[in-house]
């Protein structure tokens, strides 16, 4: 390493200067310390946090933690909603939902019919009129029938407990299933307090084919309600993901930030000075002048 040692000398009297009565004051620096791997972690745990130790424009500090705060209550507000209007359609279904509205729809011949040329009773509409399918509620029973075919049993095996249905020993599992299934499949639409006279039929296209969904007013209602309750919950699961998402690009944008702050102070640390003052006790102030020492 050259070392080039300049001197700058400033006269401030008439005093001669002599050299070995000079001495020099060194005027030293103190050094920051920084990790490089403190802002990521900072930003993992609080995004802007890195960047704010970072000390980059506030902006980006902003930026970070206003998101978080917005994924926060965006996230407290759609779920909010969403179990608002999900107890609101539970109602709903128990209102106008039975066991013994279902079994006698599926027993005895419908007020209607027939709709835009089908019978009740067509191949395409067979879902409607039979309990027992690719899919069950799950019946909760008390009193002698508990003893006899015990507490739960199948809606399968609802011709076991049909003549109980009015009687107060027979209950249908009101779980999340049963509000699922009573909207999505066809095998459950006589349940519905309108059916009897005001079931339809409609096609839904699919990618390849189309199948035939059968409703009510009541059902077709009901689906709605549900469609609007997984649309909060599908927003509240935005919100998380943003949420997520945010606190990794903050840590990202902070270790690379840091990254290049480190290589900035190693390029300019590759060039040393050092800047002190030359005493003169001749001179009335004391100052003799000025050494600059340049290391690279």
Do not use: C
Request: proline residues 2%; without cysteine; charged residues 20%.
């Amino acid at each position: 390493m050259l070392k080039y040692f300049l001197i700058f000398s400033i006269i401030f009297s008439n005093y001669v200067v002599r050299a070995q009565d000079t001495s020099s004051v060194l005027l030293k620096e103190t050094k920051e310390v920084h990790y490089p791997g403190k802002p990521l972690l900072m930003s993992l745990i609080l995004p802007g946090a890195g960047q704010f130790y970072n000390k980059s424009p506030m902006w980006k500090t902003a930026t970070f933690l206003g998101v978080e705060i917005a994924s926060i209550v965006a996230w407290h507000q759609f779920t909010k909603m969403a179990k608002t209007l999900r107890n609101e359609n539970e109602e709903f279904a128990d209102l106008n939902w039975s066991l013994s509205t279902w079994f006698g729809f599926i027993n005895n011949e419908p007020g209607k019919t027939v709709h835009d040329g089908r019978l009740y009773t067509d191949i395409d509409l067979r879902a409607m009129r039979d309990y027992r399918g690719t899919h069950h509620l799950t019946l909760f029973l008390s009193g002698l029938l508990a003893a006899e075919y015990g507490e739960f049993i199948s809606s399968d095996s609802l011709h076991l407990v049909s003549a109980y249905l009015d009687s107060g020993l027979v209950d249908v599992v009101r779980d999340r299933h049963f509000y699922e299934n009573i909207g999505k499949y066809d095998q459950f639409l006589g349940g519905w307090s309108d059916a009897n006279i005001e079931w339809y039929w409609e096609e839904k296209k699919l990618e390849d084919s189309t199948e035939i969904v059968i409703k009510t007013p009541l059902k077709d209602d009901y689906l709605d309600k549900r469609f609007v309750t997984n649309q909060m919950l599908t927003m509240a699961k935005y919100s998380i993901t943003t949420l997520l998402f945010n606190h990794v690009l903050s840590g990202l944008e902070a270790v690379l930030t840091s990254q290049k702050m480190a290589r900035d102070k190693q390029r300019n640390e590759n060039i040393k000075t050092d800047l002190s003052l030359l005493y003169n006790p001749y001179n009335r102030s004391g100052v003799g002048g000025i050494s600059l020492t340049v290391n690279f």
